[in-house]
């Protein structure tokens, strides 16, 4: 009698089965060296999964029923900014993120007309100004629901000091807590994506980071009062394992919150990450782009921003801009990324490699807890040598063509001239300033093979 089902005619394989079927195939060739890699994280990827994976992992449901297109706007000056902003809304952006680099920029003029309990506000504030945010609160209408992505410990991290001092900055994050904001704190993980970090480094550092903000809230008697996080990630090349990273900080940030007996909700925003992109044959910059942005929305990211494919050596402009938005678009409208709700929800090979990313980042922030915590480590410099670590490892990867980035360390084109067409500084700067700690530095894995090609054109 036939099954009532395509699946019950055919009888179970189980996993040995499979393993078996591929030994035989072979030929005498040794399974784990000819077929199971090794990722930087230490996790060994085999050439299937099973059903039989999940027999011992808890598949959760990160409830994500639909993510928002953004903008990044920088907002030099306000009008032009706010323009610039209703321009994209109208033609389909659900969430605006405005670059604020001085306090004199009016954030009200910056968000005038702007709906903010119909679209995403994230203010980028390269500055930390309790005047600011209460005059900001006092002034816009449903302000409370912008995203102020507070982060101070993360500007240590990336300038190597604080914006004033570690006593005033602590002090002022407590009296933000206070006020009625959905949305203060942020923790920025893409500074560590973006310098070299592997992918258990970067989950590890962002719930140590995040943990740090906790029990300044805890001590002071605050942390009732937090509604939220925010998470602004980085997204680089490795696709599948990318989706799996995402899911694994929101399963991670739920258990740190249990810790705390606090049920508060994590907010993920996602961009591409810098550190695979480059300036020759620039327009690969689009297909990496491209995928990254996928993976951010299946691994249940809350807003994806995408990055222009010229961004490293050209100023924004209207071109590139509008390319990189409707990469967004096609995504979300043409490609129905918005039809399914967690769609990489009990794919064996993603919730496995999750599982073993979220496994492994635990350990790592138990070991900087148990050394006295992320600010510590940061101070003597921990955090910044294990990074440099995998970043060193990563760069002898890309030196030695074993991993590729075409155009740049393999099919180079040599007809690419690029000298005449950066407007901007594209390496490292160098900027030598007095610093409490080792700043963590952002670098390309393309930039001195870059510098040398520009140097012989």
Request: contains cysteine.
């Amino acid at each position: 009698m036939k099954g009532k089902t395509l699946f019950e005619n055919f009888n179970p394989i189980s996993e040995k089965e499979w393993k078996q079927k591929i030994q035989y195939d072979l030929k005498g060739k040794d399974y784990n060296e000819e077929v199971v890699w090794n990722s930087p994280e230490g996790i060994k990827v085999k050439p299937f999964y099973h059903a039989e994976d999940l027999e011992h992992i808890t598949v959760t449901s990160s409830h994500i029923t639909s993510w928002n297109i953004g903008q990044v706007v920088y907002a030099g000056n306000a009008i032009m900014a706010n323009e610039k902003a209703l321009k994209y809304i109208a033609k389909g952006a659900e969430a605006i993120r405005f670059v604020i680099p001085v306090e004199t920029v009016n954030a009200a003029v910056i968000l005038n007309n702007i709906d903010l309990s119909a679209i995403k506000v994230y203010l980028d504030m390269q500055f930390l100004s309790k005047d600011y945010i209460t005059k900001t609160l006092d002034k816009v209408t449903d302000s409370n629901k912008i995203h102020f992505q507070v982060d101070p410990i993360g500007h240590l991290a990336r300038s190597g000091n604080w914006y004033e001092s570690m006593p005033s900055d602590i002090d002022l994050v407590n009296d933000l807590a206070a006020l009625n904001i959905d949305n203060l704190l942020s923790v920025d993980v893409s500074l560590y994506q973006n310098a070299g970090a592997d992918m258990v480094q970067q989950l590890a550092n962002a719930l140590s980071h995040a943990n740090e903000y906790l029990n300044i809230l805890q001590e002071s008697g605050k942390l009732a009062n937090l509604k939220s996080i925010d998470f602004k990630v980085a997204v680089g090349g490795n696709y599948f394992f990318e989706i799996a990273k995402i899911k694994a900080l929101r399963n991670l940030w739920s258990v740190l919150a249990q810790a705390y007996d606090i049920a508060i909700p994590c907010h993920i925003t996602t961009q591409p990450s810098r550190r695979n992109k480059t300036i020759y044959d620039y327009n690969v910059n689009l297909l990496r782009t491209t995928t990254e942005c996928m993976s951010a929305v299946l691994g249940g990211s809350d807003a994806v921003f995408n990055l222009n494919y010229n961004s490293e050596y050209k100023k924004d402009n209207d071109f590139a801009e509008r390319i990189a938005f409707n990469q967004l678009i096609l995504l979300k409208e043409e490609s129905y990324f918005d039809k399914v709700e967690n769609p990489a929800e009990g794919s064996y090979y993603i919730e496995t490699i999750s599982t073993q990313l979220a496994e492994k980042a635990l350990i790592l922030f138990k070991t900087i807890e148990k050394d006295g915590g992320f600010l510590k480590q940061l101070k003597n410099h921990t955090i910044q040598n294990r990074i440099a670590d995998s970043a060193q490892k990563q760069q002898e990867k890309f030196n030695t063509k074993k991993t590729v980035l075409v155009g740049s360390n393999a099919y180079q084109n040599e007809n690419d001239k690029m000298a005449q067409e950066i407007d901007l500084y594209p390496f490292v700067k160098k900027n030598p300033r007095k610093t409490l700690i080792t700043p963590i530095i952002e670098k390309r894995l393309a930039e001195e093979l870059e510098q040398n090609r520009l140097s012989h054109e």
